[in-house]
């Protein structure tokens, strides 16, 4: 039914840049804001950038100016580049769907590792 599958993780130098993307379907893509989470081991996840469907974005601080966060409305993708990359950075990605108001209409990707190291 509903599936959020994301790519592009992997390990990657400090300064690096790295581009994560997620094909969701079964749902109506547009009416959904779209973002992207991470939980590194031991920690709570947190949201790391959103975008609405006019294409609004918001952004952690610890990632602006280093992250963009795009959508594809008739592909049904979302996609995170990532440049200047830290060793904080590392942790596991998540794709997410939001329908604001409501809820139950909230969506989770399976997860895509990204590590930073030397």
């Known amino acids: 039914q509903v599936q959020l599958v994301e790519s592009g993780g992997g390990l990657v130098q400090p300064g690096g840049s790295l581009r994560l993307s997620c094909a969701a379907s079964g749902i109506t893509f547009n009416t959904y804001v779209m973002g992207w989470y991470r939980q590194a081991p031991g920690q709570q996840r947190e949201l790391v950038a959103t975008?609405?469907?006019?294409?609004?974005?918001n952004y952690a601080d610890s990632v602006k100016g280093r992250f963009s966060i795009s959508r594809d409305n008739a592909k049904n993708t979302v996609s995170l580049q990532m440049n200047s990359l830290k060793p904080e950075d590392t942790a596991v990605y998540y794709c997410?769907?939001?329908?604001?108001?409501?809820?139950?209409?909230?969506?989770w990707g399976q997860g895509t590792q990204v590590t930073v190291s030397s």
């Open positions: 997410n769907a939001n329908m604001p108001g409501y809820i139950t209409y909230n969506f």
């Open positions: 975008i609405t469907r006019g294409g609004k974005t």
